[in-house]
């Protein structure tokens, strides 16, 4: 056993390799891949230029010149990074300002920003359940919510896929001091909606609070943008929303915009808030800018629109199953990993970008492409994907 390996590579080290080895056996490694352009409506990786149905750059802004001459700008007035807390001395006017324009934009009393929407969840996850609550979520929630569940210490009980029902049984069946009922509004692997009207009506009638992720909604739905809610005509009022800036608002960063209480509440208990770095100033000057946008220009939301329907149709018409999709977000499912794998590079040599979605991202079995459209695209570039993606097996 006169071996030169370190104890390391043979023990704890060895332990990830096979692990990793696993993962490749199963088709379910992951790597990095790094276009060397920007966000546009085209990548360029490896040498080629792909058409990108990957980012979650809604309405193409991550690279409109408007929105990053506001991050220079306010790099230039405020620096480059804050170096503390909000609670030190790492606020500035951009960032109250930008609690402001999105608590206007969600017809909330207030807002609170985040480094990212992941934190968003668990902070106010965190801050309102805890031990002896009972967290009613979705079963296709986001990780960032089942991740604040599971950090809150609270009980959780997954109700079923936007089944209103199920949640209506559990809701009945469980009693907590507090109860919270918790789901995305569009979501994130699908693309369909919860049933919000439901979801509104059982909170309200079980005393609960309800969290809303509007992280795919957010400068998308909605006559101007506010999201999901504004698209059905609900009214907010009462209802605690996260969202994020990463997304449609071309920026990084997460918010929660709710009744001015709860903003004070989260402010003084919420750890993810507390003791985490504020945002960058470029940050807030970009997600800024991308709200003017958002306000001004609603074109890109109907265009927008019109390219999900237009992928949506031909996809049927080749005779893939309906999806469910009702936004930008279209799956295309395929079950096996390996499937989701052959068809991502089947695209690829067709030019196009758009990445396999497999567990645990998405359940077992339900591995898929999933294309995601940005306002700058158009109707030619969506008849090219159709026109690369291969009869259903
Ligand atoms: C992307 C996403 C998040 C996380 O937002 P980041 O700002 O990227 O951390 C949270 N919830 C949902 C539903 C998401 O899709």
Same mark, same amino acid.
């Given at each position: 056993?006169?071996?030169?390996?370190?104890?390391?590579?043979?023990?704890?080290?060895?332990?990830?390799?096979?692990?990793?080895?696993?993962?490749? !056996?199963?088709?379910?490694?992951?790597?990095?891949?790094?276009? #060397?352009?920007?966000?546009?409506?085209?990548?360029?990786?490896?040498?080629?230029?792909?058409?990108?149905?990957?980012?979650?750059?809604?309405?193409?802004?991550?690279?409109?010149?408007?929105?990053?001459?506001?991050?220079?700008?306010?790099?230039?007035?405020?620096?480059?990074?804050?170096?503390?807390?909000?609670?030190?001395?790492?606020?500035?006017?951009?960032?109250?300002?930008?609690? %402001?324009? &999105?608590?206007?934009? =969600?017809?909330?009393?207030?807002?609170?920003?985040?480094?990212? %929407?992941?934190?968003?969840?668990?902070?106010?996850?965190?801050?309102?359940?805890? @031990?002896?609550?009972?967290?009613?979520?979705?079963?296709?929630?986001?990780?960032? $919510?089942?991740?604040?569940? #599971?950090?809150?210490?609270?009980?959780?009980?997954?109700?079923?896929?936007?089944?209103?029902?199920?949640?209506?049984?559990? &809701?009945?069946?469980?009693?907590?001091?507090?109860?919270?009922?918790?789901?995305?509004?569009?979501?994130?692997?699908?693309?369909?909606?919860?049933?919000?009207?439901?979801?509104?009506?059982?909170? !309200?009638?079980?005393?609960?609070?309800?969290?809303?992720?509007?992280?795919?909604?957010?400068?998308?739905?909605?006559?101007?943008?506010?999201?999901?809610?504004? #698209?059905?005509?609900?009214?907010?009022?009462?209802?605690?929303?996260?969202?994020?800036?990463? =997304?449609?608002?071309?920026?990084?960063?997460?918010?929660?915009?709710?009744?001015?209480?709860? $903003?004070?509440?989260?402010?003084? #208990?919420?750890? @993810?808030?507390?003791?985490?770095?504020?945002?960058?100033?470029?940050?807030?000057?970009?997600?800024?800018?991308?709200?003017? $946008?958002?306000?001004?220009?609603?074109?890109?939301?109907?265009?927008?629109?019109?390219?999900?329907?237009?992928?949506?149709?031909?996809?049927?018409?080749?005779?893939? @199953?309906?999806?469910?999709?009702?936004?930008?977000?279209?799956?295309?499912?395929?079950?096996?990993?390996?499937?989701?794998?052959?068809?991502?590079?089947?695209?690829?040599?067709?030019?196009?970008?758009?990445?396999?979605? !497999?567990?645990?991202?998405?359940?077992?079995?339900?591995?898929?492409?999933?294309?995601?459209?940005?306002?700058?695209?158009?109707?030619?570039?969506?008849?090219?994907?159709?026109?690369?993606?291969?009869?259903?097996?």
């Amino acid at each position: 056993m006169a071996s030169t390996e370190s104890p390391a590579a043979s023990g704890w080290l060895g332990e990830l390799r096979d692990e990793l080895d696993d993962l490749d !056996r199963q088709s379910l490694r992951r790597t990095v891949l790094t276009p #060397r352009d920007g966000q546009g409506e085209t990548l360029s990786i490896d040498g080629r230029e792909l058409l990108n149905l990957t980012s979650n750059n809604y309405l193409g802004l991550a690279a409109d010149s408007r929105v990053v001459e506001a991050a220079a700008e306010a790099a230039r007035a405020y620096g480059a990074s804050v170096s503390a807390s909000r609670l030190l001395c790492g606020s500035t006017p951009l960032h109250e300002e930008l609690e %402001g324009r &999105l608590a206007a934009l =969600k017809g909330q009393e207030a807002a609170l920003l985040y480094s990212s %929407g992941y934190l968003a969840n668990l902070g106010v996850l965190t801050a309102l359940a805890r @031990p002896g609550d009972v967290i009613f979520s979705d079963a296709l929630n986001h990780a960032s $919510i089942i991740d604040g569940c #599971r950090l809150s210490g609270a009980g959780t009980q997954v109700y079923r896929h936007c089944d209103a029902g199920h949640l209506a049984e559990l &809701l009945a069946a469980t009693p907590a001091r507090r109860r919270l009922i918790v789901s995305e509004t569009v979501f994130s692997m699908d693309g369909d909606v919860a049933p919000l009207p439901s979801l509104v009506e059982l909170a !309200r009638a079980h005393d609960a609070v309800l969290v809303l992720d509007e992280a795919h909604a957010t400068g998308v739905l909605g006559p101007n943008g506010e999201g999901a809610l504004a #698209r059905l005509g609900l009214d907010p009022e009462g209802i605690v929303i996260v969202g994020t800036l990463s =997304k449609a608002l071309a920026s990084a960063g997460g918010f929660v915009a709710a009744d001015a209480t709860v $903003i004070d509440y989260l402010v003084n #208990r919420s750890r @993810p808030f507390i003791f985490n770095t504020a945002l960058p100033p470029a940050s807030v000057g970009a997600a800024l800018a991308a709200l003017d $946008i958002v306000a001004a220009e609603p074109e890109r939301r109907a265009h927008l629109d019109a390219l999900a329907t237009r992928l949506r149709d031909g996809l049927l018409a080749a005779g893939y @199953p309906p999806s469910g999709s009702e936004t930008a977000i279209v799956p295309l499912l395929l079950g096996s990993a390996d499937a989701a794998l052959a068809l991502e590079q089947r695209l690829r040599d067709a030019g196009i970008l758009s990445r396999a979605i !497999r567990p645990p991202t998405v359940p077992e079995g339900t591995a898929r492409i999933r294309f995601n459209l940005i306002a700058t695209h158009t109707t030619d570039d969506v008849d090219r994907v159709l026109a690369a993606v291969p009869p259903p097996a």
